[in-house]
Structures are given as C-alpha cells and as structure tokens.
C-alpha cells in the first residue's frame, strides 16, 4: 500500500458532511428520483460513504487501487456492503449503465493535466447519464494555486509519521508539482523515507464553461466550495452543478 493512500485521511483535511449535503441538496432540488450516483476520484469514499447512508445507490471509481482497498475497509465498517467499487481511470472509465448522478470532488478534475483526458471525461460523463441528470464537480481556483499552493510548505506529523508536502506552481504551463516526502517509524524504530510527486493543471471557469457548451450540458450553479455563496477574486474551491442536455 502506498504512503499517500495510507495517510491520506490523516493528511487532506476536508469538510465530507458540508460536500455530501450540498451535493445530496443539488440532487433533491434539481433531479430528486436519482437513485444511482457514481463518484469520479471517489478515493477513501469519505463522501461515497456519507451519500449510502442517505440511501443512494453508489459507485466509486479510482485509478488508486490502495485507496480503493482503504474505501472498502471504511465501508464494511459502517456495514455498508453494496458499494460498487471500480478501479479505473476517471478520464477512461466504464459503467455497466446509465446513472442519474455522477460527481467528482476535491479538485479530482485538476489532476487531469491534459485537456484531452478532460474532454475524455466530459464525454463519458455525457454517455453514461440518465435523461436530465446531473454532473456536480469542483475544480481548485487560480488564486489557490498563485497564492495559497505556490512556494509553499505543508507538514504534518504524528507519533509514527512526519510528511513533507512542498507546492510549485509553474505560471507558463499552469501546472501545479505536489512533492510529498514521507518519513514513517518503522518497527526497530527507525524512519523509512519514502517520495511521490503528484501534478495538477489549472482550468478556467471560461474552458469549463466552452466544455460545458461542446458536451451538451447546461450550468446550473457556480458556486464558492460547495456554498450558495458566488465566487469571488479570493475563492479556493469553485464548485459546479451541470444538467445534461441530451
């Protein structure tokens, strides 16, 4: 199992029940006999989790088959035994049918760094709703990635781990470097370092609105982070909730 699978919970600090109630608000407003919801990045199913107990059938894909293994132990432990779980390639992945909501959240999108795969998944998305459904995804702002991410240290430490989380925001390519250095105490007490680079494209909200108009869906929200909140100069976080147009 990899380092970042392992700590990722400990690691990436998110507001889950903010992010499942908004989503799980959007659905029950726009289109509220959905039953089948699948989660693009769905990682450690913190929201896969939270929207099966709010009685939606789900699906869960991920390219990252240790996250995949940690989303099932999380599962089982709330009993919850009937998650179709897939690992899969967001930007390559395949249903079995059709669904009447597929999201994808915590910048999952910016990690597609090649406008092909993000027009990949726009048109699987589009191929795989239901009539009327819904597509819901956030993606990480440009002042994020200038001002919040760029040169710039996290570090996180516990008893038996210590990560180094360095940022670099490249302004020629719009792309982000994630650098994550892991030392973790083994059981002679030692510390094993171990390294994993991780890359994020920025994306306009004027690219995903041409994306939008080229695949057929119509923008219903642009929200702040999964708020009723507009976006600002300063937001983060910039969440949107499509309808498919078939």
């Known amino acids: 199992m990899n380092n970042?699978?392992?700590?990722?919970?400990?690691?990436?600090?998110?507001?889950?029940?903010?992010?499942?109630?908004?989503?799980?608000?959007?659905i029950q407003?726009?289109?509220?006999?959905?039953?089948?919801?699948?989660?693009?990045?769905?990682?450690?199913?913190?929201?896969t989790l939270r929207l099966a107990k709010s009685g939606y059938d789900m699906i869960g894909i991920d390219s990252d088959?240790?996250?995949?293994?940690?989303?099932?132990?999380?599962?089982?432990?709330s009993n919850i035994n009937d998650v179709l779980?897939?690992?899969q390639n967001i930007s390559e992945f395949e249903l079995y049918g059709t669904v009447d909501v597929i999201y994808s959240t915590l910048d999952s999108i910016n990690y597609l760094i090649y406008?092909?795969?993000l027009c990949s998944l726009f048109a699987l998305v589009k191929n795989y709703l239901n009539y009327d459904g819904?597509?819901?995804?956030?993606?990480?702002?440009?002042?994020?990635?200038?001002?919040?991410l760029n040169d710039n240290c996290y570090v996180y430490q516990t008893k038996d781990v210590f990560c180094c989380w360095q940022c670099s925001y490249d302004f020629k390519?719009?792309?982000?470097?994630?650098?994550?250095?892991?030392?973790?105490?083994?059981?002679?007490?030692r510390y094993v370092r171990s390294d994993c680079v991780q890359k994020q494209r920025f994306y306009s909200i004027d690219y995903i609105r041409d994306l939008a108009s080229r695949y057929s869906f119509e923008i219903l929200k642009i929200d702040d982070n999964y708020t009723d909140m507009p976006v600002t100069d300063k937001t983060e976080?910039?969440?949107f909730v499509m309808k498919i147009n078939k």
């Not at 919970?9 to 029940?17: H, M, P």
């Open 237 to 239: 976080r910039i969440s």
């Open 29 to 47: 407003m726009l289109k509220p006999d959905s039953e089948l919801v699948c989660d693009l990045g769905c990682g450690t199913a913190n929201v």
């Open 65 to 77: 088959e240790d996250m995949l293994i940690n989303a099932r132990e999380k599962l089982e432990r």
């Open 134 to 148: 819904l597509f819901i995804f956030d993606i990480n702002s440009e002042y994020k990635f200038k001002n919040i």
């Open 173 to 189: 390519t719009d792309i982000c470097w994630h650098d994550l250095t892991y030392f973790e105490k083994s059981k002679d007490g």
């Open 4 to 26: 970042f699978s392992k700590y990722y919970d400990l690691f990436v600090g998110a507001d889950y029940d903010t992010i499942s109630d908004y989503i799980d608000k959007q």
């Open 115 to 117: 406008k092909k795969d």
């Open 85 to 87: 779980l897939l690992n």
